[in-house]
């Protein structure tokens, strides 16, 4: 028998079968998946088998993934947290303000997405705080990313804006929202659907961000008269340490840098002080943006030094 995880706390897991029926599952202790570290062998979106034993179902094994979304798990820099598995698009919510996203966070996501396969479109939130000064800001995003491939949705979940025009994209989809906390994934499930009431939190004013109202990703049917689908609401991330990325391979995972990249002197290089480097001359030439090549640094400083990153 094989069931859809919904969520998981510890080694217990809810799942939906395929009857629609709901069950309890628990993982098996030595269940560990072949070539991946992480601190949760089962994740939410994971199709399982399961058998009984006794009143206990327990999960034997996990379907092989078609992609997954991870992150350096907190203290422990060598191991991963998988937030969700078998992904059709992540909603990375960016706000520029109470709180505000950074270049470097979203850089480090895309990054990570493009590694293991997920799609993401960028969702800007709370369009309705935005004055002249946030809507040029809006504007700087979108001349960076746009080009790259990357869809930019506007809404504000608050005046009930942009709702339509979503749940036209998503219906029939798996979409994982993520983002940091307070930024509106708990009340955009509460618009899309209603009978979920799950909790919102306001804002610190001291540090214009959000405390952690989801303590685990958790995924939620979408109404099937408007297509289906699952929603996945996943803890606030305040960081997002990259994992398995180094000098070589960094690149890659930077559209720009991967395809201006075939045009460099050596094939490894690494972007950095080459003579020949067609990156850095496609930044000297304002053709890539210095944000990306910031992010870039970053990741490349932190893998060296084996630090977890905190923006």
């Known amino acids: 028998m094989q069931g859809l995880v919904l969520r ?15 069950c309890e599952a628990t993982v098996k202790g030595n269940l560990r998946l072949k070539g991946i570290r992480s601190t949760n062998p089962v994740a939410v979106g994971d199709t399982v088998s399961i058998k009984k034993q006794g009143d206990i179902y327990y999960i034997t094994s996990v379907e ?92 504000s979940v608050l005046e009930q804006k942009g709702l339509d025009e979503l749940y036209s994209y998503i219906g029939g989809k798996i979409v994982l929202l993520s ?27 001291a540090h214009g961000t959000g405390m952690h109202t989801t303590t685990m990703s958790e995924m939620h049917p ?36 991967f395809i201006i990249g075939q045009e460099c002197r050596f094939s490894n290089c690494t972007h950095l002080n080459e003579p020949g480097c067609a990156v850095l001359q496609a930044l000297d030439e304002g053709r890539i943006a210095e944000s990306r090549y910031i992010s870039y640094l970053g990741i490349l400083k932190d893998e060296e030094e084996g630090k977890y990153r905190l923006d």
């Open 64 to 155: 092989p993934r078609r992609n997954y979304i991870i992150r350096r798990a907190a203290n422990l820099s060598k191991e991963s947290h998988i937030l969700a598995a078998n992904i059709d698009v992540v909603l990375l919510f960016v706000t520029l303000h109470n709180p505000e996203t950074s270049f470097t966070f979203v850089d480090r996501f895309l990054a990570t997405a493009e590694a293991y396969d997920v799609p993401v479109v960028l969702l800007f939130n709370k369009m309705d705080l935005y004055g002249e000064e946030e809507l040029l800001r809006l504007k700087e995003w979108e001349e960076v990313y746009t080009p790259l491939g990357y869809s930019i949705l506007k809404m």
């Open 8 to 22: 998981c706390v510890g080694n217990n897991c809810l799942l939906r079968l395929c009857d629609g029926s709901q």
């Open 222 to 257: 979408l109404d099937p008269q408007r297509g289906g689908g699952y929603l996945i609401d996943s803890p606030g991330i305040k960081g997002f340490g990259t994992l398995e990325m180094n000098k070589y391979n960094t690149a890659d995972y930077f559209r720009e840098f």
């Open 179 to 205: 983002g940091h906390s307070g930024v509106g994934k708990s009340s955009l499930i509460n618009a899309l659907l209603p009978g979920v009431n799950l909790r919102t939190q306001e804002v610190s004013s």
